[in-house]
Structure formats: structure tokens, C-alpha cells
């Protein structure tokens, strides 16, 4: 099993500009996940899905869209990048939303000038 | 508000001793309590989970406690070795919001050198 995948590992955008993280998992999760990772802050929830065709939004969604279409698959969509959106984000998966442990991706590192 | 607060920010120790990181929560109604670790460039791995009904779990080396009357978990790692260098976060379950979510803290930054 490959785990949790992230791709990019590292992305530079402009502001304003539009990109995808993807984030893939071979694990058969039904649970999955955003975060992002900011000093001093700790990680935040972004959005979150329970299973294909179903998304929630965590505690920091603006700026952000997802969509859930296969189990595997759950990608990131920034619409209209900003410098507030610089972090490390992080998917991770679990089979449903009670059961440890969560694994997760290595992170995509975003900048935005 | 739930928030997570994990001192000290970071920590540096020799080979061979017992540490203890702290983390305190301001909820007491938490339903479980995780510990993670997060080794450079990495994602997070989950190292422990205690149920808000268990006092400690154990794990190797590693054992974890929770006190939710006063909000407080610790890790214990004993005999602490080079490998054992990494950040280790908490987060504390909370099912009291509409957000089904982790609240992370901000984790402690461990450094044993030989």
C-alpha cells in the first residue's frame, strides 16, 4: 500500500492564480481530510468528507472547494490564491471517523507571492 | 472554545533519559485525546489514542495519560533515544461543535542527542 499520496510535494503561485493539491489514498478510507499547518497555530481543519459525493467544511474553509467523486480521491481546489493561503497542507484518511489511528500525506509546501 | 497548549516548544535532552511533554486542553469534554508525531518534511503518524473514559495507554516505550478533570495528558518517553528526535503534537477530540474535528496543539519539539 502506497498510503496517503500528496502531490505537489512544493508549489510557488502568483496571486490570484488557481492550482488543485491532490490527494489520493489506496486504503479504502471512507474518512478524509484537509489541513493546513501554520506556526505557531497548530493544524486546522479546512474541509472534510465522510464518503464519496459527501463534503463538510472544517474550521477554516474560505478560499478553498472540494469534491469527493471515488473514495480514493480527494482534491483541494484553490480558486483565487492569496499570501494568507502560504502553509503546509496535509490530507489524511481513516476508515471512518471514529477508528484510529489517521494517516497521513507528507504535506504539500504552497507559497504565494 | 477549545484550545490545546503543549510546553515546552521544544526540548533538548541526552541519550538515555525519561521525559515527560505536556499537553493541556481548556474543554474538559473531550471525547479522546491523540498523540502524533511529526518527523521533518513529514506528514503527522499517530502514536496514541486514549478514550476519554481511560486514564493512560501504553505503547513501547511510550505511555500517555489523561486527568480530564484538569485537562491534562502527558507522554512519557522512557530511555529516550536519537530516533526518538521529532515534533509531538496532541489533539483532543471534540464532538461538542458542529465541526466534526481534531484540535490540534502546537507541539513540542524533541531533540536527544547522543
Known amino acids: 500500500n502506497a498510503g496517503v499520496t500528496q502531490t505537489p510535494k512544493f508549489q510557488v503561485l502568483k496571486t490570484g492564480q488557481s492550482m488543485t493539491l491532490q490527494c489520493a489514498q489506496d486504503?479504502?478510507?471512507?474518512?478524509m481530510s484537509w489541513y493546513r499547518q501554520d506556526p505557531g497555530m497548530g493544524l486546522r481543519l479546512i474541509h472534510y468528507?465522510?464518503?464519496?459525493?459527501?463534503?463538510d467544511q472544517g474550521e477554516v474553509p474560505n478560499g478553498y472547494n472540494v469534491s469527493r467523486s471515488t473514495t480514493e480521491d480527494f482534491p483541494l481546489r484553490l480558486l483565487s490564491a492569496a499570501p494568507s493561503q502560504t502553509s503546509v497542507y496535509f490530507c489524511?484518511?481513516?476508515?471512518?471517523?471514529?477508528?484510529?489511528?489517521?494517516?497521513f500525506g507528507n504535506g504539500t509546501r504552497l507559497t504565494v507571492t | 472554545k477549545q484550545e490545546v497548549t503543549q510546553i515546552p516548544a521544544a526540548l533538548s535532552v541526552p541519550e538515555g533519559e525519561n521525559l515527560v511533554l505536556n499537553c493541556s486542553f481548556t474543554?474538559?469534554?473531550?471525547?479522546?485525546l491523540q498523540w502524533f508525531r511529526q518527523d521533518p518534511g513529514k506528514g503527522l503518524t499517530s502514536l496514541l489514542l486514549?478514550?476519554?473514559?481511560?486514564r493512560e495507554q501504553t505503547s513501547g516505550r511510550l505511555n500517555a495519560s489523561l486527568d480530564k478533570s484538569s485537562g491534562r495528558s502527558t507522554l512519557y518517553i522512557a530511555a529516550s533515544q536519537p530516533g526518538d528526535s521529532a515534533t509531538y503534537l496532541c489533539?483532543?477530540?471534540?464532538?461538542?461543535?458542529?465541526?466534526?474535528?481534531?484540535?490540534f496543539g502546537t507541539g513540542t519539539r524533541l531533540q536527544v542527542f547522543p
Open positions: 489533539a483532543v477530540e471534540d464532538r461538542s461543535y458542529n465541526t466534526d474535528k481534531l484540535i
Open positions: 489524511a484518511s481513516n476508515r471512518d471517523r471514529t477508528v484510529f489511528p489517521l494517516h
Open positions: 486514549i478514550q476519554s473514559s481511560q
Open positions: 486504503m479504502n478510507h471512507e474518512y
Open positions: 468528507s465522510v464518503g464519496a459525493g459527501i463534503t
Open positions: 474543554d474538559s469534554a473531550i471525547y479522546n
